[in-house]
């Protein structure tokens, strides 16, 4: 139904910043809500972020990234992003998009993933 590709994803050191971006393609994401979830070894995948459809739209965050992180999105180019500042070592984790229906509330589309590493 629809693709999710990232991209973005690198080495940075603590304090540093990266933008990660999530391209969607085979429909457009107007009426999805969008998210981000992280996963390091040995651990299961978290949530990161979301955010529901531009209008009326509002983004909720995981505590561990709140005043970080910000989740934004570009329906006429099909992106969603995810702009990660002040970056820790914990923060290393390989980095997922996923899209669902804004009705639904299984994710039912992801990306491969993008690998973030946080170094000090």
């Known amino acids: 139904q629809v693709q999710l590709v990232e991209s973005g994803g690198g080495s940075v050191q603590a304090g540093g910043s990266l933008r990660l971006s999530c391209a969607a393609s085979g429909r457009t994401i107007t009426n999805y809500e969008l998210g981000w979830f992280r996963q390091t070894p040995g651990k299961d995948r978290e949530f990161v972020a979301r955010?529901?459809?531009?209008?009326?739209?509002?983004?909720v965050y995981a505590t561990a990234v709140k005043g970080r992180f910000k989740i934004s999105r570009d329906n006429t180019k099909n992106m969603v992003y995810l702009q990660m500042n002040n970056l820790k070592p914990e923060d290393t984790a390989i980095y997922y998009c996923?899209?669902?229906?804004?009705?639904?509330?299984?994710?039912?589309?992801w990306g491969q993933g993008t690998q973030v590493i946080v170094s000090l």
């Open positions: 996923a899209g669902r229906k804004e009705d639904l509330t299984q994710w039912d589309y």
């Open positions: 955010t529901r459809s531009n209008r009326g739209s509002s983004t």
